[in-house]
């Protein structure tokens, strides 16, 4: 349906610009033989021609008013699309950088095996919180193909990370406030590939910022 409309939009806005241009010729053409018979002071032919040129003028302003409305109908879609792309695309910049700091943060856990269990089990549940907002339907309306694709080749990775937490938990059932040491081995990071997350993620940070660059004047930062 939205197609269709869009399609007769176009349409309407092709024709009111095609009636413009008619008239305009029309109005140039009249003004010519005006010009024409006040040169040879035929002024009893003028009265025939202002009430001609009148309706033609009255046409063109209506067909003027109408492309006016059109234009700033497209001027207020326009704005309001890129009020939401910056909405969209300033909470997405914050949960992936959010999720990217948790994620890092894992890693310097398996590196060092002297956190909390506790802790890693609650920084487990809020990465997949975050990964899950990442499936939003809003941010699917402006993100490119290539964001897409960064978000789902990460599932694994924070499933990876889920799974890791919830085998730390039952294996420290006994002790739950006690640490990594001795329960996951110094290559856990490397096992559930949290350098190539943390490198996927930037990418899609990058990704996102270049989407809410575009609609900056040039030279404009992010």
Known sequence: MIH??????????????????????????????VAFLLYQ????????L???????????????????????????REDD??????????HLIAVTKDLKAR??????????????????????ITIE????????????QFLPGN??????????????IGAMAEGVKHITAQNPFGTLEGTWPNNGGRIIQLDKLMDDLQALIDGIYKMRSSIEPSGAGT
């Open 4 to 33: 269709q409309l869009l399609q007769n939009f176009k349409s309407v806005d092709r024709d009111i610009e095609a009636l413009s241009n008619v008239l305009i010729v029309f109005i140039i053409a009249l003004a010519t033989r």
């Open 41 to 48: 002071e035929q002024y009893d032919g003028l009265w025939f």
């Open 50 to 76: 202002l009430g001609s040129i009148a309706p033609i003028v009255a046409a063109l302003l209506i067909a003027r008013a109408a492309a006016r409305l059109i234009i700033n109908g497209q001027i207020i």
């Open 81 to 90: 699309r890129r009020q939401e792309l910056v909405r969209v695309t300033h």
């Open 103 to 124: 994620v890092g943060y894992v890693k310097s856990m398996l590196n060092s095996d002297s956190r909390s269990v506790i802790v890693l089990n609650h920084l487990a």
């Open 129 to 140: 919180r975050r990964y899950e907002t990442l499936l939003e339907r809003d941010a699917y």
């Open 147 to 160: 964001c897409v694709d960064i978000i789902i080749s990460i599932s694994g990775a924070i499933f990876g």
